[in-house]
């Protein structure tokens, strides 16, 4: 009897104090987080989707007979929703994960089977099998943790919902949708990684008695240019970290990449998280749901296409809110952002939008400091809206119209779209595509509409998109902005070269100069240091010079 009260007391008893800590572990394998999906039996009755590493993680069995788009909920707040194609060999679709919309394609393996991979942290492999986890701030049941990846590439996680039940702790990623269930015993947590209830990998942890060893890689060269000076001084200053954190760097021109190099473990096929640069793909799916007609013009209010609930915050000035105002960051709305190139002394609805549950709400709630389609002040909110418009008017999810329309004609497949809290794709920024298919988008702009032959958005909308329409006023150089396209200007020992960009958090841009037929992408990682407009310098400085020889 005292035997199991002192066992039981023991259960009960730890404190969280006693496990705040650095705590380290080794992942089984390098490919645990590339999962395998794939859907059985299609068109039966008795289908099923199955999720597996070197294991079984979800097999769940659904109805397929009744409907031209699957809708499969396979666990608690993740779902697929796909397509068939045509030719009945893959299906298009995305799996909805925490805040992200995972892009898979899943290709016909045979009669019966639909097979594709799921990288659930968006990288091909991990470059290091260590893990880490922070348990910070605990005091009896109160605690945080905060999960690491030896594999930097990884962007990370968003951590949120701690809580702890006897010897039990759980907490969960927001932003992919990973579970985290620990368990504490004497000198060590045993921890497992969840999709939904079902097990994708179990580590034991250890305190750390050394420091972490994060991103510790050997630059990746992919020189497509030998002996050119100016890329090979380049080279030398990012390995030296004077350009710190540049994560890639690639040239077009004519169509042909003539220039492609890869740093600090970055390569081809991991999709790099684009902040706001993605605000000008949100910009091409206004433009193809204009070019299909789904809407009249840029001219009309955004009131026409919010619900009912909405139309209380109408009045005279709100109601001139139009399509346009929203693509040139023009809608008079307080909602003035302090991220990307920003020297705004005060806080607005930028800061706080998206913190609040109903984001559509609290913009159209906010002030106005300005008539609409008079001045240009840089925001979130503008394009936030204009997803929240053309959700309204598409006939299936925005998702699937934007892979439809955009990414397979494009032939991009290897993506994901962050979502807002309706899961719907967010406008604002967010997306995560892999240099080269940032390089396809620029490509598709210089074509004016056109990639590889094929007609994906009309001339007009590119000319449209392309014009200067007024200058921002928050931001420190007062750049020229199109329908979320930025307008600079740089200089050369022989001219001024006038660039279109997309611009995001970091250093993720895309630079499209009509006058040189080339198209130059660089991503980066300066998220805090002041040196998110990097790229700008790097470009000046060595590619410039290449572009004008």
């Given at each position: 009897m005292?035997?199991?009260?002192?066992?039981?007391?023991?259960?009960?008893a730890?404190?969280?104090?006693?496990?705040?800590?650095?705590w380290?572990g080794?992942?089984?394998?390098s490919?645990?987080f590339?999962i395998?999906?794939?859907?059985?039996?299609?068109?039966?009755?008795?289908?099923?989707f199955?999720?597996s590493?070197?294991?079984?993680?979800?097999?769940?069995?659904?109805d397929?007979?009744?409907?031209?788009?699957?809708?499969?909920?396979?666990a608690?707040?993740?779902?697929f929703?796909?397509?068939?194609?045509?030719?009945?060999?893959?299906?298009?679709?995305?799996?909805?994960?925490g805040?992200?919309?995972?892009?898979l394609?899943?290709?016909?393996?045979?009669?019966n089977?639909?097979?594709?991979?799921?990288?659930i942290?968006?990288?091909?492999?991990?470059k290091?099998e260590?893990?880490y986890?922070?348990?910070?701030?605990?005091?009896?049941n109160?605690?945080?943790?905060?999960?690491f990846?030896?594999?930097?590439?990884?962007t990370?996680?968003?951590?949120?919902n701690?809580?702890?039940e006897?010897?039990?702790?759980?907490?969960?990623?927001?932003?992919?949708?990973?579970?985290?269930?620990g368990?504490?015993?004497?000198?060590?947590?045993?921890?497992?990684?969840?999709?939904?209830?079902?097990?994708?990998?179990?580590?034991?942890?250890?305190?750390?008695?050394?420091?972490?060893?994060?991103g510790?890689?050997?630059?990746?060269?992919i020189?497509?240019?030998?002996?050119?000076?100016?890329?090979?001084?380049?080279e030398?200053?990012?390995a030296k970290?004077?350009?710190p954190?540049?994560?890639?760097?690639?040239?077009?021109?004519?169509?042909?990449?003539?220039?492609?190099?890869?740093?600090?473990?970055y390569?081809?096929?991991?999709p790099?998280?684009?902040?706001?640069a993605s605000k000008?793909i949100?910009?091409?799916?206004v433009?193809?749901?204009?070019?299909?007609?789904?809407?009249?013009?840029v001219?009309?209010?955004?009131?026409?296409?919010?619900?009912k609930?909405?139309?209380?915050?109408?009045?005279?000035?709100?109601?001139?809110?139009?399509?346009?105002?929203l693509l040139t960051?023009s809608?008079g709305?307080?909602?003035?952002?302090?991220?990307?190139?920003?020297?705004?002394?005060s806080?607005?609805v930028?800061?706080?939008?998206q913190?609040?549950?109903?984001?559509?709400?609290?913009?159209?709630?906010?002030k106005m400091?300005?008539r609409?389609?008079?001045?240009?002040?840089?925001g979130?909110?503008?394009?936030?809206?204009?997803?929240?418009?053309?959700?309204?008017?598409?006939?299936?999810?925005?998702?699937?119209f934007?892979?439809?329309?955009?990414?397979?004609?494009?032939?991009i497949s290897n993506?994901?779209?962050?979502?807002?809290l309706?899961?719907?794709?967010?406008?604002?920024?967010?997306?995560?595509?892999?240099?080269?298919?940032?390089?396809k988008?620029?490509?598709?702009?210089?074509?004016?509409g056109?990639?590889?032959?094929?007609?994906?958005?009309?001339k007009?909308?590119?000319?449209?998109?392309?014009?200067?329409?007024?200058?921002?006023?928050?931001?420190?150089?007062?750049?020229?902005?199109g329908y979320?396209?930025?307008?600079?200007t740089?200089?050369?020992?022989r001219?001024?070269?006038?660039?279109?960009?997309?611009?995001?958090?970091?250093g993720q841009?895309?630079?499209?100069?009509?006058?040189?037929?080339?198209?130059?992408v660089?991503t980066?990682?300066?998220?805090?240091?002041g040196?998110?407009?990097?790229?700008?310098m790097?470009?000046?400085k060595?590619?410039?010079?290449?572009?004008?020889?």
């Amino acid at each position: 009897m005292l035997l199991i009260v002192l066992l039981s007391f023991s259960t009960y008893a730890q404190d969280m104090k006693d496990y705040t800590s650095n705590w380290e572990g080794k992942i089984e394998s390098s490919r645990t987080f590339n999962i395998k999906v794939e859907i059985e039996n299609l068109g039966l009755e008795k289908a099923r989707f199955k999720i597996s590493n070197n294991k079984s993680i979800i097999d769940y069995p659904f109805d397929s007979k009744s409907t031209s788009i699957l809708k499969i909920p396979f666990a608690e707040n993740h779902s697929f929703e796909g397509v068939l194609s045509e030719n009945e060999k893959e299906i298009n679709g995305f799996i909805k994960s925490g805040l992200l919309l995972y892009h898979l394609k899943l290709t016909l393996s045979n009669r019966n089977s639909f097979v594709g991979v799921w990288n659930i942290l968006m990288v091909d492999k991990l470059k290091s099998e260590k893990f880490y986890l922070s348990l910070e701030n605990g005091s009896g049941n109160n605690y945080e943790a905060y999960p690491f990846f030896g594999d930097n590439t990884f962007t990370g996680t968003w951590c949120t919902n701690f809580q702890k039940e006897n010897d039990s702790l759980f907490f969960e990623d927001f932003k992919t949708g990973l579970k985290f269930k620990g368990k504490l015993l004497p000198q060590k947590i045993n921890l497992g990684i969840y999709i939904g209830d079902g097990l994708v990998s179990q580590i034991d942890l250890k305190k750390s008695n050394t420091d972490w060893e994060i991103g510790l890689f050997d630059t990746i060269k992919i020189d497509k240019i030998t002996g050119n000076l100016q890329f090979e001084e380049m080279e030398k200053l990012i390995a030296k970290d004077s350009f710190p954190n540049t994560h890639s760097v690639l040239i077009s021109r004519k169509g042909e990449l003539i220039y492609e190099n890869y740093f600090d473990g970055y390569n081809s096929n991991i999709p790099h998280q684009m902040k706001s640069a993605s605000k000008s793909i949100s910009s091409a799916i206004v433009g193809i749901a204009k070019d299909k007609s789904l809407f009249i013009n840029v001219e009309q209010s955004i009131f026409d296409f919010l619900p009912k609930k909405y139309q209380t915050y109408k009045d005279s000035l709100k109601s001139k809110i139009n399509l346009e105002s929203l693509l040139t960051m023009s809608s008079g709305i307080d909602a003035v952002d302090y991220g990307i190139n920003a020297n705004a002394e005060s806080p607005a609805v930028e800061d706080n939008f998206q913190m609040t549950k109903d984001w559509t709400e609290t913009i159209l709630n906010s002030k106005m400091i300005n008539r609409p389609n008079t001045k240009a002040n840089y925001g979130s909110a503008n394009p936030y809206l204009l997803g929240v418009a053309i959700d309204s008017i598409v006939s299936e999810s925005l998702a699937l119209f934007i892979d439809k329309n955009l990414f397979q004609p494009l032939k991009i497949s290897n993506y994901v779209i962050q979502s807002d809290l309706k899961g719907k794709p967010y406008f604002g920024g967010g997306m995560y595509l892999t240099p080269k298919d940032m390089l396809k988008f620029g490509e598709l702009y210089l074509g004016k509409g056109k990639w590889e032959s094929k007609r994906i958005l009309s001339k007009k909308w590119i000319k449209n998109s392309f014009k200067n329409y007024r200058n921002l006023e928050n931001v420190q150089e007062k750049n020229g902005y199109g329908y979320l396209w930025w307008h600079n200007t740089y200089e050369t020992k022989r001219k001024r070269i006038k660039s279109i960009e997309a611009r995001g958090n970091g250093g993720q841009y895309i630079f499209v100069l009509p006058s040189l037929k080339t198209v130059v992408v660089i991503t980066a990682g300066n998220y805090r240091n002041g040196k998110t407009q990097q790229p700008e310098m790097v470009f000046e400085k060595y590619i410039l010079p290449y572009l004008e020889n």
